[in-house]
């Protein structure tokens, strides 16, 4: 699928959220839409999934600080900067905003002569070249040549492509393609830079680079810890309570079977070995934390059991570790 135009995208009105939200705020309402939409909950109704696949990207740009900034920026501007089209075998969605043409000598600014080269304008004259497109602060040191310029670039991809790893195709300043191997366990905001693969220099020195950051969209279901996978498994209190085997999701594979202890608390971790990110770096583990469900509300016999449980039940204060604390 192909990058929308940050510029005729409104993220927040897809998020359903004010200009001013907070990163609190957003995160909750990004996750009570992605539970409402995500394929699993919507039984692969394509208009839903479509709806998820948007609040998701509108989420990883705004829950990002400096992509926040820049969309932002290109929306108060009336235009955006250059933008691309990435796609590619197997990309399924991967999406780029080649953000910034920069120099060397610019600090990291927006090269003006770059962007204008675009639209096929010209200068009469300049410090450096005669020509906008062209790299024109670079250093040439005592008379060597001048190294090209590095070009930034995004791109998006989902949360299984970073932790599995894929190689995409980005579309580049020129018009040309280049692949870009994403390795196994990419993180969020994490740099991969391409040698040689950016400006050529105007005078037969060395090319710039592409330096590609990565965002990652959220995933409704897992998140990262390191090399870990997390993911939170609802038990009820009978389960928790007198001990149960139970199914836990793994990412891109079959669930798996997991003992639950008699007398498992809420919060307990369990590990499964080995089914985390498999890196260069290592592999990780998938850590399933128990959360226990308490009914809203019992009716009948089960409302009657429960109460001869009551009556029967140990009398600790499970507080009294608590109150003693608060009172040092």
Request: net charge positive; no cysteine; charged share 25%.
């Given at each position: 699928?192909?990058?929308?135009?940050w510029f005729d995208?409104d993220?927040y009105?897809?998020?359903?959220?004010d200009?001013n939200?907070?990163?609190a705020?957003?995160?909750k309402t990004y996750?009570?839409?992605?539970?409402?939409?995500h394929?699993?909950?919507?039984?692969?109704?394509?208009?839903?999934?479509?709806?998820?696949?948007?609040?998701?990207?509108?989420y990883?740009?705004?829950s990002?600080?400096?992509?926040r900034?820049e969309?932002?920026?290109?929306?108060?501007?009336?235009?955006?900067?250059p933008r691309f089209t990435?796609g590619g075998?197997?990309?399924?969605?991967?999406?780029?905003?080649?953000?910034?043409?920069?120099t060397?000598?610019?600090?990291?600014?927006?090269?003006f002569e770059?962007i204008?080269?675009?639209?096929?304008?010209q200068?009469?004259?300049g410090?450096?070249s005669?020509?906008?497109?062209?790299?024109?602060g670079g250093?040439?040191?005592?008379?060597?040549?001048?190294?090209?310029?590095?070009?930034?670039?995004?791109?998006?991809?989902?949360?299984a492509?970073?932790?599995?790893?894929?190689?995409i195709t980005?579309?580049g300043?020129e018009g040309?393609?280049?692949?870009?191997?994403?390795?196994?366990g990419?993180?969020?905001?994490?740099?991969?830079?391409?040698r040689?693969?950016?400006?050529?220099?105007?005078?037969g020195?060395?090319?710039?680079d592409v330096?590609?950051?990565?965002?990652?969209?959220?995933?409704a279901?897992?998140?990262?810890?390191?090399?870990?996978?997390?993911v939170t498994?609802?038990?009820?209190?009978?389960?928790a309570?007198?001990?149960?085997?139970?199914?836990v999701?793994?990412?891109g594979?079959?669930?798996?079977k997991?003992?639950?202890?008699?007398?498992?608390?809420?919060?307990?971790?369990?590990?499964?070995?080995?089914?985390?990110?498999?890196s260069?770096?290592?592999?990780?583990?998938?850590l399933?934390?128990?959360?226990?469900?308490?009914?809203?509300?019992?009716?009948?016999?089960?409302?009657?059991?429960?109460?001869?449980?009551?009556a029967?039940?140990?009398?600790?204060n499970?507080?009294?570790d608590?109150?003693?604390?608060a009172?040092?």
């Amino acid at each position: 699928m192909a990058s929308q135009d940050w510029f005729d995208r409104d993220f927040y009105k897809v998020l359903g959220v004010d200009k001013n939200v907070t990163d609190a705020e957003l995160k909750k309402t990004y996750r009570k839409l992605a539970r409402k939409y995500h394929p699993d909950s919507t039984q692969g109704d394509p208009v839903a999934e479509a709806k998820f696949k948007e609040i998701s990207e509108a989420y990883s740009v705004l829950s990002d600080k400096e992509q926040r900034e820049e969309y932002d920026q290109i929306r108060a501007m009336g235009a955006g900067a250059p933008r691309f089209t990435a796609g590619g075998q197997g990309t399924g969605g991967f999406e780029d905003v080649f953000s910034r043409f920069t120099t060397r000598s610019s600090g990291g600014q927006p090269d003006f002569e770059d962007i204008f080269a675009m639209f096929g304008q010209q200068q009469g004259g300049g410090f450096g070249s005669g020509r906008f497109g062209q790299p024109t602060g670079g250093f040439r040191g005592y008379g060597g040549p001048q190294r090209g310029a590095d070009v930034t670039a995004r791109t998006t991809i989902d949360f299984a492509t970073a932790v599995k790893g894929d190689t995409i195709t980005l579309q580049g300043a020129e018009g040309k393609p280049f692949k870009v191997k994403i390795p196994a366990g990419v993180a969020d905001g994490q740099k991969i830079r391409l040698r040689g693969r950016g400006r050529p220099s105007p005078d037969g020195g060395e090319a710039g680079d592409v330096v590609v950051t990565v965002a990652v969209r959220p995933h409704a279901v897992f998140t990262r810890d390191g090399l870990n996978l997390r993911v939170t498994v609802p038990v009820t209190f009978t389960e928790a309570a007198l001990g149960a085997t139970i199914e836990v999701p793994t990412l891109g594979g079959d669930p798996v079977k997991l003992r639950v202890a008699p007398g498992t608390p809420s919060g307990r971790v369990l590990r499964v070995k080995g089914r985390g990110v498999q890196s260069a770096k290592g592999t990780g583990d998938l850590l399933a934390e128990v959360q226990v469900v308490v009914p809203s509300h019992l009716e009948g016999r089960a409302r009657e059991a429960l109460e001869q449980y009551h009556a029967v039940e140990p009398k600790e204060n499970p507080r009294a570790d608590l109150m003693a604390k608060a009172r040092e």
